[in-house]
Nanobody, 130 residues
Framework: QVQLVESGGGLVQPGGSLRLSCTTSLSTSLYYDIAWFRQAPGKVRDGIACINSGDGNVLHADSVKDRFTISRDNASKNTVYLQMDNLKPEDTARYYC??????????????????????WGQGTQVTVSS
């Protein structure tokens, strides 16, 4: 069972920044994707950004493309970050880290279907409010 641990959430004022971290126990030379999703009360879970373990190809949702950036620790490749700048009240949600099972090929990740991801963290709450 792959473990995922998120951290870095909290309360921030509009316009502020947070950096979320996700550390995985997965260790493999195969391809996999790590993504951030978020879910606000009463809303569906939306994909925010993802990164592929191969060349580090990334994808960001249009809604956050100019404000959020996904990256990884290139030394360990076990930790992925989500830098969130210029936060808005509508960014308030619980943020989840998720990872796919390892596979033999595929160097591009996608965030359109949460069910494509096999393991999930417990989430970390982000609240943007003055």
């Amino acid at each position: 069972q792959v473990q995922l641990v998120e951290s870095g959430g909290g309360l921030v004022q509009p316009g502020g920044s947070l950096r979320l971290s996700c550390t995985t126990s997965l260790s493999t030379s195969l391809y996999y994707d790590i993504a951030w999703f978020r879910q606000a009360p009463g809303k569906v879970r939306d994909g925010i950004a993802c990164i592929n373990s191969g060349d580090g190809n990334v994808l960001h949702a249009d809604s956050v493309k100019d404000r959020f950036t996904i990256s990884r620790d290139n030394a360990s490749k076990n930790t992925v970050y989500l830098q969130m700048d210029n936060l808005k009240p509508e960014d308030t949600a619980r943020y989840y880290c998720a990872i796919t099972k390892p596979r033999a090929y595929g160097d591009q990740c996608y965030i359109w279907t949460p069910t494509s991801y096999d393991y999930w963290g417990q989430g970390t709450q982000v609240t943007v409010s003055s």
